[in-house]
């Protein structure tokens, strides 16, 4: 089970992968997790932003697309029944040119 959660992701040259923003529940509500977001994507300097949503935390995509992420697909979790999801929402931003 180890190998599922922690196997390395592989990734293009010049792509960068969100794992995962946290606020703590006390400061919620003031659009604090878009604002990081929005920073990271600013001073970055990537060519590419990427991120995933696990089936049942759908609450947060509105956050991801309004800093400019896109949906970019959906995949099948593997164990599903182990991890308690069965799929990922894909999601990506490309910074303008």
Known sequence: MRSEFYQPKRFR???AHVSFVAVRER???HHLAGKMLEVLL???GYRQYTLDVVEGNEKVIPIYEGVGFEHAGRHKEKAAFLKGFSYRYLMEYQPEK
Do not use: I, L, S
């Open 13 to 15: 040259t010049g792509q």
């Open 27 to 29: 400061a919620r509500g």
């Open 42 to 44: 600013r001073v970055g």
